[in-house]
């Protein structure tokens, strides 16, 4: 499954399939992105992050793809599984900024 | 477990109270963040302190005010709230709360605060 980022907030997809969540963003001065994942009840977690002299990072079973020319962010679930649903938001900080400026996220929801 | 610690997890108060919300970390870490968090809505900043000062105030009603007397602790203090106060309010912390390096930020459990 794809998902077009906040024009989409919802994702669903099969046990053991591969999902993409994307994230676009505006600002040409943000230097630093961060994946999250929130589960219900539960504050947001870091999966991944990755700077803006780079266009992928992987993790374990993530992935994290930068395109710069088009400001869009996406990150890669591999194999996804029930315990991946959760909300996924992106983050971006900008340079000289005191803090992090999030999206309003996807929630993935994995079927067994 | 991520270091950093809020209490209470839950909140119901009247528009007449006055209670607080508590974030501790044991990260070492140099800032701290309050954020709301609404139903459908992006995270919303609210205040910023690194090294103990404020550094931000993102347009916040005078009904929260924030205390930080130490790295390691940050409270919120709620005064006459109104029901569209009621949210998720998360704290965070980080070591850098600016430019390069690790800036990710921890975030506590939340305090669900609901405004009867």
């Known amino acids: 499954g794809e998902s077009v980022g906040l024009h989409l907030p919802t994702l669903s997809v099969q046990e053991g399939d591969n999902s993409i969540i994307n994230c676009a963003y505006s600002?040409?001065?943000?230097?630093?992105f961060i994946w999250y994942k929130q589960e219900s009840g539960k504050g947001p977690q870091f999966i991944i992050d990755?700077?803006?002299?780079?266009d992928k990072r992987q993790g374990q079973r993530v992935t994290v793809l930068l395109n710069k020319t088009v400001k869009h962010l996406s990150l890669q679930i591999a194999a996804t599984q029930p315990g991946d649903s959760a909300v996924y938001f992106c983050?971006?900080?900008?340079?000289?900024?005191?803090?992090?400026?999030f999206g309003t996220g996807t929630r993935l929801t994995v079927i067994p | 477990e991520t270091g950093v610690t809020q209490t209470p997890r839950h909140l119901v108060m009247g528009m007449t109270n006055k209670k607080s919300l508590k974030c501790e970390q044991h990260?070492?870490?140099?800032?701290m963040y309050w954020y709301k968090q609404s139903a459908k809505k992006p995270l919303e900043l609210m205040f910023v302190?690194?090294?103990?000062?404020?550094?931000e105030n993102n347009s916040v009603p005078s009904r929260f005010s924030p205390e930080c007397p130490n790295s390691s602790h940050l409270f919120l203090h709620l005064h006459t709230l109104q029901p569209e106060d009621s949210a998720l309010y998360l704290c965070?912390?980080?070591?850098?709360?600016?430019?390069?390096?690790?800036?990710?930020?921890?975030f506590g459990q939340g305090t669900r605060l609901t405004v009867v």
């Open positions: 965070a912390s980080s070591q850098a709360p600016t430019g390069f390096g690790d800036t990710e930020a921890f």
């Open positions: 600002n040409s001065a943000s230097d630093y």
């Open positions: 990755i700077r803006s002299n780079m």
């Open positions: 983050a971006e900080h900008q340079t000289g900024a005191n803090n992090l400026f």
């Open positions: 990260l070492g870490h140099n800032a």
């Open positions: 302190y690194s090294l103990e000062e404020r550094v």
